[in-house]
């Protein structure tokens, strides 16, 4: 693969001020040069940039600047040339029709970043960075990104394998002098390099739901009888009039989606139709999709009409729909139009009816009272999440089932050492737990995970 020389549009599809092609690959500044009228980008230095015309033969394609990056600092550790030409489509596709003409090959998804990983510029675990950051719609999502692909995740996980690695090492050692019946490894030391490592494993396991909050956004069901108020709240918190609004009751039927960023968390609001029995077929539908909702749900928004008397249907319907890992929250609505002593008494019953914790909040959408006390307490809730003891924060789903895996084999290995099974047995279960851990920087992984995770990458990139 990395003898090929590959060329692809680097920036997005569509017309802009400028474009970019990247081309990467020994032959790189030979092909451009064939096409090039300028300087000869074969003589001039690494990280300098040059302007001239790109040419099919005859014809004069683009005015354009030319960058040059020589191998290896350049980000696949390859040869590599960036060409500016004015943003059109048409010229992009004219001018990599030229390169190809020329030797170069249309590149695979995502296989400048492959190949980076592949010349060792990067790890694996910093090339699924990259596609987080390129992903990335919030603040929280872009640090965390960012994080990674400084190396956050692989220097924690290095230093754990290093440390294990080195009593491996011992352990073999061992198996050579097996009749000899030495030991090299301290077992007691062992011990307690593994429950070390556990604690490491346990803490960075546990970031994963703040994690995929940051990088998925949390879902937030808003759920409530109909005509409770629950369109009137997604527009207020997104403060524009996205869903109908109505006295009519099931004027919603279908769920609406939208994503709403407090503090630089992604939530995704989802309104639903109001829960009720009803004969009416498509809005018996939209019931159905409401409860599926609340089931994929991290928190749950139910609306109760401060107006309302009779909360028993209320208080049955929030008692079919709780999770342990499901986040109450209670909004008593449309305070403006009742005296405060009645939903305070509404608060009581609730207090009284529901066992599990929720928050309460009394608020007026259409006046937005204490619709700011509502986005708070969603922040809060994801806040909470975020454990303590570090910076590194796991976003990837494949991370976290190596972890899972590399914390299990941790586990058998103290087990092993505990139980004072036979060498051959504890050398095998240390080689296990290294390779799960290894999994995550890629020193251990196979071409089918590879070529996954890369096939989800942008073409330029």
């Known amino acids: 693969m990395n003898q090929d020389t590959i060329c692809a549009l680097a920036t997005a599809n569509g017309i802009g001020a400028i474009g970019i092609i990247r081309v990467s690959g020994n032959q790189s500044f030979e092909i451009v040069n064939k096409i090039f009228e300028g300087k000869n980008l074969e003589k001039v230095d690494s990280h300098t940039v040059h302007y001239g015309f790109i040419k099919d033969e005859d014809e004069t394609i683009d005015e354009v600047m030319i960058s040059v990056f020589h191998a290896p600092k350049t980000f696949t550790t390859e040869n590599s040339v960036e060409?500016?030409?004015?943003?059109?489509?048409?010229i992009g596709k004219k001018i990599?029709?030229?390169?190809?003409k020329n030797g170069a090959r249309m590149a695979k998804a995502g296989e400048f970043t492959m190949r980076a990983f592949m010349n060792g510029r990067i790890d694996l675990s910093q090339a699924e960075s990259i596609a987080d950051l390129i992903a990335s719609e919030n603040e929280a999502s872009r640090k965390v990104a960012l994080n990674q692909?400084?190396?956050?995740?692989?220097?924690?996980?290095?230093?754990?394998r290093n440390d294990l690695l080195n009593f491996t090492s011992l352990i073999e050692l061992e198996l050579d002098f097996a009749e000899?019946?030495?030991?090299?490894?301290d077992r007691t030391a062992l011990k307690s390099l593994l429950y070390k490592i556990e604690d490491k494993l346990n803490s960075l396991i546990e970031s994963f739901q703040y994690g995929n909050a940051i990088k998925n956004g949390t879902?937030?069901?808003?759920?409530?009888?109909?005509?409770?108020?629950?369109?009137?709240?997604?527009?207020?918190?997104?403060?524009?009039?996205?869903?109908?609004?109505?006295?009519?009751?099931?004027?919603?039927?279908?769920?609406?989606?939208e994503i709403l960023h407090i503090k630089g968390h992604a939530f995704r609001l989802i309104d639903t139709a109001g829960l009720r029995e009803t004969a009416d077929e498509i809005e018996a539908i939209g019931v159905k999709k409401a409860k599926e909702k609340v089931e994929n749900a991290e928190i749950l928004v139910y609306l109760a009409d401060a107006g309302t008397d009779?909360?028993?249907?209320?208080?049955?319907?929030?008692?079919s729909l709780l999770r342990d890992d499901l986040k109450l929250i209670i909004c008593a609505t449309k305070i403006d139009e009742v005296v405060p002593t009645h939903y305070e008494k509404l608060e009581q019953i609730f207090r009284n009816n529901i066992?599990?914790?929720?928050?309460?909040?009394?608020?007026?959408?259409?006046e937005n009272q204490n619709i700011q006390d509502l986005k708070n307490e969603l922040s809060s809730y994801v806040e909470h999440l975020k454990s303590e003891e570090g910076n590194v924060v796991i976003t990837n789903q494949r991370h976290y089932e190596a972890l899972r895996k590399s914390l299990n084999s941790v586990k058998q290995v103290d087990e092993a050492v505990t139980s004072q099974i036979t060498t051959e047995l504890l050398a095998y279960e240390l080689r296990n737990a290294l390779e799960h851990l290894g999994e995550i920087s890629g020193e251990?992984?196979?071409?089918?995970?590879?070529?996954?995770?890369?096939?989800?990458?942008?073409?330029?990139?």
Do not use: Q, W
Not at 180 to 185: G, K, R
Not at 446 to 456: A, Q, T, Y
């Open 83 to 90: 060409i500016s030409f004015h943003g059109s489509p048409y």
């Open 96 to 100: 990599l029709e030229a390169l190809i």
């Open 149 to 160: 692909l400084k190396g956050g995740i692989s220097n924690e996980i290095s230093f754990l």
């Open 180 to 185: 000899e019946d030495v030991e090299f490894a």
């Open 219 to 257: 879902a937030v069901a808003i759920i409530g009888k109909p005509n409770a108020g629950k369109s009137t709240l997604l527009n207020a918190l997104l403060k524009e009039e996205r869903a109908i609004v109505s006295n009519i009751a099931g004027t919603t039927r279908d769920t609406i989606e």
């Open 310 to 319: 009779d909360l028993s249907e209320d208080v049955e319907m929030i008692k």
């Open 355 to 366: 066992s599990t914790d929720f928050d309460f909040i009394k608020i007026s959408a259409v």
């Open 444 to 461: 251990f992984t196979n071409d089918e995970v590879l070529g996954n995770i890369f096939s989800k990458f942008c073409i330029g990139k």
